[in-house]
């Protein structure tokens, strides 16, 4: 009589799991298997002819981590092979999201155990817990863990590194399992932290990083169409603040400036008393009601700094878009629930702290602020897969960016497969981008409130205003500067909510030459046009004469690759003049056409 293994798809106590929908619930993307999605099937082939006691997938956003989890636990309760199963996640929320997909794989998870309950109900096959969870009683989890054959699911285990407390508690909670299977969508950390049960090898420089057994990344779930493509819907703008020592400042975003002046001009583009912040948002609620007319329930996310910014947001979107906006803020007892309520319904804007940075499953989001002063690159990677999510072929996503060099750099690197880290590269060599540094912004904040308490004046914007910069699609840039509410704007934040990858890239391209089309209408215009009765100011023509320009010269900088002040300065050697706040309208015409000129010949 044979012994072999029968097939894994006749096994009794996996159908309802083969039922479970590719990314949970009920997503199923066009051309992919009924029942697994190929990278699922191919990562579930991979994991079942070795069984290992430890494996880690790692798996873009969207892609559908959950449903090869539960696919596992499945097979391996079939087979005997586990008695129970324990889910670890990074926030309460997503512990009963997690047991909502249990359900549906024909598994019980209890998302309400309690460490106080000190022992699981007999009628769940498992609990999901949180990792502060564990944290605090490990021992209590360990026992857990003896009490039976025990599979441990840590969902996001990047955050397994999140303290040396955490990572110590779960090794001693969950080193004796039968086996570990680890998930996460950014297979990184912007620390050296070591996460717990992932193996670590010496690349050829020596620096010990991760190793992955299983990788599905944004670049190939893209191809496959699993997910969304992400068009960037860049902002600079004008920002002034006056600092601590009462001097004031001015800088446009986007522009060669000191890491100093980069942050403070970021910091007073997100202030809502401004004028920037205000007309991002403007935009996005156009963009979000043109992509409404195809997908009537498209939701749009703004991600803030802090609670009392994200209030302040909240009320500018109210008066843009007439409804009630949804804030979820990490200390809210009801964050959950309102997560919950917007996922399911209809409406327009939530704007969230943190809570939506990672893990949770908002398929609707279709549109994003990226209104936070975090720049790590773990943080930006989970923020962008909260709409990357595809739930039908053409849905793009549209993710509004201010004008910083550290959020272009990571948006340029959105499909870059990274693993951890455990050591620092230094000297010649280094992958790592210097301008890539973290916590920028949240640094120069706090650099700022604690010196306001000695200082005779404080940190405070004065004034800021937007300009549309560009488009940054599948890494290439489309159009130029253009003014909020113009039709120039609407051209690209117009674009239909349902295009084919290649349609979005076409259509860019004509709305691009449009964009130009007008520019040199408006200019033989003005030259035929006789000179207005009525003169205006000269502040404002110089205003705009320097928006023009610094907008050109961007353009220039980022088809060269030349630094902004390299352009800067050689405009200056051939047209003559002073820098550019001090330049006469003359001065910097001259310098306009040249580049004009330069750019025609590109």
């Not at 007892?333 to 309102?338: D, T, Y």
């Not at 003169?535 to 900088?557: D, H, I, M, W």
């Not at 001090?582 to 330069?598: D, F, G, K, S």
Request: aromatic share 6%; glycine share 8%.
């Amino acid at each position: 009589m044979s012994t072999a293994t029968p097939e894994p798809a006749h096994l009794p106590g996996t159908s309802a799991a083969e039922h479970l929908s590719p990314s949970f619930p009920a997503r199923a993307p066009w051309g992919t298997a009924s029942k697994l999605r190929a990278w699922q099937a191919e990562a579930l082939d991979l994991y079942l002819a070795e069984l290992p006691r430890d494996f880690l997938a790692a798996a873009t956003p969207g892609a559908g981590k959950t449903t090869f989890a539960l696919r596992i636990a499945a097979e391996l309760r079939a087979r005997r092979l586990i008695d129970r199963i324990t889910v670890v996640a990074p926030t309460d929320h997503l512990k009963r999201q997690w047991a909502d997909a249990a359900a549906r794989a024909g598994i019980r998870l209890d998302p309400g155990f309690r460490n106080a309950h000190g022992r699981a109900a007999r009628h769940y096959h498992g609990v999901a817990v949180t990792y502060a969870q564990v944290a605090m009683r490990p021992a209590l989890h360990r026992e857990l863990t003896l009490s039976g054959r025990t599979l441990v699911i840590l969902d996001e285990v990047h955050h397994g590194g999140d303290t040396l407390s955490w990572g110590d508690a779960i090794r001693e909670a969950f080193e004796l399992a039968d086996r570990r299977l680890s998930l996460t969508g950014t297979p990184f950390r912007s620390d050296t932290a070591p996460i717990p049960f992932v193996q670590y090898e010496a690349d050829r420089h020596g620096v010990r990083l991760s190793k992955t057994d299983y990788n599905y990344g944004y670049g190939r779930a893209l191809a496959d169409g699993v997910v969304r493509p992400v068009m960037f819907m860049v902002y600079a703008g004008h920002m002034r603040w006056r600092t601590k020592a009462g001097d004031e400042m001015e800088a446009r975003l986007g522009e060669d400036n000191t890491k100093d002046i980069t942050s403070s001009a970021w910091r007073t583009a997100l202030e809502p008393s401004g004028e920037w912040i205000p007309a991002v948002l403007q935009a996005a609620n156009r963009r979000l009601t043109e992509v409404r007319q195809s997908i009537p329930d498209a939701g749009g996310l703004v991600l803030a700094t802090d609670q009392t910014v994200a209030r302040a947001y909240a009320e500018i979107l109210e008066n843009l878009c007439g409804e009630r906006v949804t804030v979820v803020l990490s200390d809210d007892k009801e964050a959950s629930g309102r997560i919950e309520e917007f996922s399911t319904g209809t409406s327009r804007w939530m704007v969230a702290v943190r809570m939506v940075s990672e893990g949770v499953d908002v398929p609707r989001l279709a549109v994003g602020v990226y209104a936070t002063s975090s720049a790590t690159p773990l943080f930006f990677a989970q923020a962008i897969g909260r709409f990357v999510r595809a739930r039908r072929r053409g849905e793009t996503a549209s993710v509004f960016l201010p004008n910083v060099p550290v959020l272009m750099a990571l948006a340029a690197e959105l499909e870059r497969e990274r693993d951890h880290a455990l050591d620092r590269r230094t000297g010649e060599g280094d992958d790592d981008d210097p301008g890539l540094d973290d916590g920028l912004l949240e640094a120069a904040n706090r650099e700022e409130k604690a010196s306001d308490e000695l200082g005779e004046f404080t940190w405070q914007a004065i004034a800021s205003d937007a300009t549309f910069d560009r488009v940054v699609y599948d890494g290439t840039e489309f159009g130029t500067l253009a003014e909020p509410g113009s039709d120039e704007e609407f051209d690209f934040i117009g674009i239909p909510g349902i295009l084919e990858p290649e349609q979005v890239s076409e259509l860019l391209r004509h709305r691009q030459a449009r964009q130009a089309r007008r520019a040199s209408d408006r200019r033989k215009h003005a030259v035929e046009e006789p000179e207005s009765a009525e003169p205006v100011a000269l502040f404002r023509t110089l205003k705009e004469q320097r928006s023009l320009l610094n907008s050109l010269v961007g353009l220039y900088a980022r088809q060269t690759g030349e630094p902004h002040s390299q352009v800067h300065a050689e405009l200056r050697r051939v047209c003559g003049g002073p820098a550019v706040p001090q330049a006469t309208v003359t001065q910097l015409q001259a310098r306009i056409e040249l580049l004009r000129r330069r750019l025609g010949r590109r």
